[in-house]
């Protein structure tokens, strides 16, 4: 099993910063992948960034020069900063992780969500 542990979410107005963190803590040696999604009130949850145990990142096209994730495998710790945030950003940010099994599957793993809320 798999916990994640996310920090960082909280209200800031149009233009502001934040800086999401998830910590992953129990059998994180097989973890593959990290990032994070989003759901906005009456919204799909969507992806929003995410990087690859070698390192490639991914983002939405609604994030891109915006946001940037990192990841330091030391820590087992996923992080997003997220500059010149938007109202449209405001959403309950998820970590996700998803860790190889014994079968060949991938299995994936949720934090318990964090409020972003952008005021403009």
């Known amino acids: ?3 994640l542990v996310e920090s960082g979410g909280g209200l800031v107005q149009a233009g502001g910063s934040l800086r999401l963190s998830c910590a992953a803590s ?3 040696f097989s973890i593959k992948t990290m990032g ?3 759901q906005a009130p009456g919204k799909q949850r969507e992806l929003v960034a995410v990087v690859i145990s070698g390192g490639p990142t991914n983002y939405a096209d609604s994030v ?3 946001f940037t994730i990192s990841r330091d495998n030391a820590k087992n ?3 997003l900063q997220m500059n010149s945030l938007k109202p449209e950003d405001t959403a309950v940010y998820y ?8 079968l060949g599957t991938t299995r994936q ?3 318990q969500g964090t409020q ?3 005021s403009s």
């Open 1 to 3: 099993q798999v916990q």
């Open 26 to 28: 129990g059998i994180t």
């Open 36 to 38: 994070w999604y989003r």
């Open 64 to 66: 891109k020069g915006r």
């Open 77 to 79: 710790t996923v992080y």
């Open 95 to 102: 970590c996700n992780a998803g860790r190889s099994t014994s």
């Open 109 to 111: 793993y949720w934090g």
């Open 116 to 118: 972003v809320t952008v």
